[in-house]
Every structure is written in structure tokens, then in C-alpha cells.
């Protein structure tokens, strides 16, 4: 099989291709490759395959979608699933984010919600508001406006920022925070740069912060203690939209259905992706309030909103979606984090503080992270322990010199003893 024809996603596609590592199949925590070795995979995908994978309930439901109603346009047209979808999400969202606009993946989740900003400052008469403030560390997708709001310089250098956006300080802290078990208990204060940068920019320019609420690809970064409660309360003096990125803290993945919900702090618009589907099939959703929703849908007659994609609501993906909310309520994921699993996790993963070069160790919910001292042959410790780790057979990603970890909700505490094993195994060999 000839392999250049497909050019893979963040992927070295030489080094890839002199040696591919292909899978064939995948069932509830494991995933099995075609040379036939199955691992457990401490990742869920790409932070997405929350119910496991592969579940047949949720195939079922796509399979009977597909042969029933396999395409619909959701321009001027309609279909039950989707609205039935919108109703049970907005029901399980906090506050009045009662409206969800649908889309395919993450990063076109995000391009919406900057779009739905923009477009009710421009219904309230404020189209000055074009610039948005986000923070470093960030990752918010790989789409134009997505790559100017992130904050992940490897992700922006050859494409430059379309738009204007500011970066916070993201909230790593080292000398304060290292080993830090939940939330880290310093640096409230690193959201008074939100003031700064809106004396700087002046608040009738700005439209938005984005932030994720614990951010993700940068690295697993809980908020400080009463930091996004700060944020939340600066983006309401100037009347600055908050937006939180659930991309992947949403669906259980803190305890809570959202983050948001979690952390009592509550946007005025939030995205979501991964989780929605557990990863069965590509969809996306942006979240609004109703104020937002309003002033957008009365500001003038005819299509209000120019925007939207041909799958938006893709019948497929509502039915799929739909069967993993039921999943998702039968089987009490959303909180499941809170019935010990969330403990167990974070004492496993502490237990690792004694592996060689390891720097710190974060986490919340089923989120976590192992940062290592960086090597001087500037090889990243992330990717060596990632590839150790497959080959005892464990799933984790890395991330700089961090590997994150995000398993499936469904995890059991043998799963978690056996990535402890073979984590130390796997970093033994490195020292
Ligand atoms: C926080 C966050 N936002 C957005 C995205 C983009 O999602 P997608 O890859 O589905 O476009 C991701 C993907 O990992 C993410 O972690």
C-alpha cells in the first residue's frame, strides 16, 4: 500500500511512514493494531471516545439514521433529531445558554462562537467589537479564527493571526503550584491582565475571552482557585462576552456536564465537540444565552445569521449524538468522576512523582498530566515516553515534554493500576 497519497493531520509524515503504526480495531478502553498488539488507551481517542469505544448502541443509531434519513440541508429545512438534540443539551447546560448552533467539529465550533459574538455586538449596534483576547497556551482548533485566538506558537508560525486578539498569561506555575492535586491554589491574580489588556485595547473594540476552563493540548492546566470567577466578573464591567472552549472539558469529563457547571462560573457562550459524539462521528456545537440569541434573531428580517455548514445537524450525527446522551444518562457519566474514580486517578497519578526527570503532575476530574525536565538533545520527553508506553502497551499523549492523559469515562480502577505498571515501565527505560 502506498502511503504518501493521504498527507496526515499534525503528524511527522516521513518518520510516520518509514515505520506506519496502523489500528484495526478498538473496543471499550482498548484499541488494537493490525500487528495485533492491543493497549490500553489512557487518552479516549483524541480526548473524545468518553463512552469507550466502538459502543454498538451508538452504531445501531447511526445505521438506522443513515437508512432512514441519510442527509437533510439544515438551511430552511428541518428534521426531529436536531431539534430534539438542541432541547436535551440547552436542558443540560447551566444558566440560560439555551440555544446551540451546530456544526462538525471543535474548530469549527470555535470559528462560530467568535462569528456569534461578532454578530451580537453588530446587532447591538457595537460592530467596533472585533477584537478578541484569549490567553497563551491555548488551543482552540486549527481553523483561521481558531488559530489567531490559540496559543500554541508551533500552531500560528507560518499563518500568522487573522484578526486581533491578545493573549492572558497562561497559568502554569512551577515554583507556586508543582504537584498541585485539583485546583492550584495560587494565581487568582493572573486574570487582572484582562483589565490591563482592556485598558490597553479599550473595551469597545473587544467582543470576547476565550478561554478554555482547564486548558487542554497546552499542557492539562486547571484554573487557579477563583481565577475564571475573576474573569467572569471583569468580561461583565465592560460588557465583554465570556466564552469558555468545552471542546474537551465538556461531557463529564470534570464531573460536571460542563466545566462551567463544575466551577459554578457560567459564559455567555460555550463550544463543545468530541464527547457530544463520544468520537463515533464528527460533530461540533456553540452554545449561547438567550440575551445573545435574541438580539441576533430580532436585529432584522430574513437570515440573521450568515453563517452555517452543509452537515450542520447532520441527521447521522444527531441520532449518534442522541444515543450517547442516553448512554451517557443511564450509565451516570457525567458525574462518575465524583464516585471515587476521580480519587483513585488522582492518587495513581501521584504515585508517579517518583519516575525519573519528572517536574510536576496535574490533574482534575479524568484529566491529567506528567510534565518532565526537558533533555539537552531537545528531544521531547513527551513523545519518548509515548512511545515507550505503546510498546508496553499503554495509550498516552504527549505534549511537549508532558504526557496528558484523558481516559475514557468508563474507566475501572484495574485499568488505572495497569497504566501505573506500565508507565513505570515505560520510563524506567528512559532514565
Ligand atoms: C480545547 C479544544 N478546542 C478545539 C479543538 C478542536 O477540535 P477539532 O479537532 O474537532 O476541530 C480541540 C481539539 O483537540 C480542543 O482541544
Redesign the pocket.
Known amino acids: 500500500m502506498k502511503l504518501d497519497a493521504h498527507w496526515m493531520p499534525f503528524t511527522a509524515n516521513k518518520t510516520f511512514k518509514q515505520d506506519p503504526i496502523l489500528m484495526e480495531s478498538s473496543s471499550g478502553m482498548h484499541v488494537t493494531t493490525e500487528a495485533g498488539q492491543t493497549m490500553i488507551d489512557m487518552t479516549a481517542g ?2 473524545c471516545t468518553n463512552l469507550g469505544h466502538s459502543r454498538e448502541r451508538v452504531a445501531k443509531a447511526m445505521y438506522e439514521s443513515a437508512k432512514t434519513l441519510g442527509y437533510v440541508s439544515s438551511f430552511n429545512l428541518g428534521h426531529r433529531a436536531s431539534f430534539e438534540l438542541a432541547e436535551r443539551l440547552t436542558d443540560l447546560s447551566p444558566g440560560n445558554l439555551n440555544h446551540v448552533f451546530f456544526s462538525n ?6 470559528d462560530t462562537a467568535l462569528k456569534i459574538a461578532m454578530a451580537y455586538h453588530a446587532a447591538k449596534g457595537q460592530s467596533g467589537r472585533k477584537m478578541f483576547i484569549a490567553r497563551e497556551r ?6 483561521l479564527g ?1 488559530t489567531a485566538v490559540g496559543g500554541l506558537v508551533n500552531n500560528t508560525r507560518n499563518f500568522g493571526r487573522w484578526g486581533t486578539v491578545a493573549h492572558l498569561p497562561h497559568t502554569l506555575d512551577h515554583a507556586n503550584n508543582a504537584f498541585s492535586r485539583g485546583l492550584p491554589k495560587i494565581g487568582a491574580e493572573k486574570a487582572q491582565a484582562l483589565a490591563d489588556l482592556i485598558a490597553l485595547h479599550g473595551a469597545e473594540n473587544i467582543a470576547a475571552v476565550m478561554v ?1 476552563p482547564i486548558a ?2 497546552g499542557g492539562v492546566l486547571p484554573p487557579p482557585v477563583g481565577y475564571l470567577k475573576e474573569l467572569r466578573k471583569i468580561c461583565d464591567e465592560h460588557d465583554i462576552l465570556l466564552i469558555f ?1 468545552e ?3 465538556g461531557f463529564g469529563r470534570t464531573g460536571s456536564f460542563t466545566a462551567s457547571i463544575e466551577f459554578d462560573v457560567v459564559p455567555d457562550i460555550y ?1 463543545s ?2 464527547g457530544l459524539t463520544s468520537g463515533a462521528v ?1 460533530m ?1 456545537a456553540t452554545f449561547c444565552k438567550d440575551f445573545i440569541y435574541d438580539a441576533v434573531v430580532n436585529s432584522v428580517e430574513g437570515i440573521e445569521f450568515w453563517h452555517g455548514y452543509t452537515y450542520s445537524a447532520h441527521p447521522i450525527a444527531c441520532a449518534a449524538a442522541i444515543a450517547c446522551l442516553d448512554i451517557y444518562e443511564e450509565e451516570s457519566l457525567f458525574t462518575r468522576v465524583n464516585e471515587g474514580i476521580g480519587d483513585y486517578f488522582e492518587e495513581a497519578l501521584h504515585s508517579l512523582n517518583d519516575l525519573p526527570h519528572v517536574i510536576d503532575i496535574r490533574n482534575y476530574g479524568l484529566l491529567g498530566a506528567i510534565e518532565f525536565q526537558p533533555q539537552s538533545d531537545g528531544l521531547p520527553m513527551g513523545s519518548r515516553v509515548y512511545k515507550k508506553a505503546m510498546e508496553k502497551g499503554v495509550m498516552v499523549r504527549g505534549a511537549g515534554d508532558s504526557i496528558i492523559l484523558s481516559p475514557p469515562l468508563i474507566i475501572e480502577r484495574s485499568h488505572i493500576d495497569e497504566f501505573v505498571e506500565k508507565t513505570r515501565l515505560a520510563a524506567a527505560e528512559i532514565a
Open positions: 483524541l480526548w467539529s471543535g474548530s469549527e465550533a470555535i491555548a488551543y482552540h482548533g486549527v481553523n481558531g478554555e487542554g493540548a472552549d471542546v474537551v472539558t463550544t465537540a468530541k464528527p461540533g
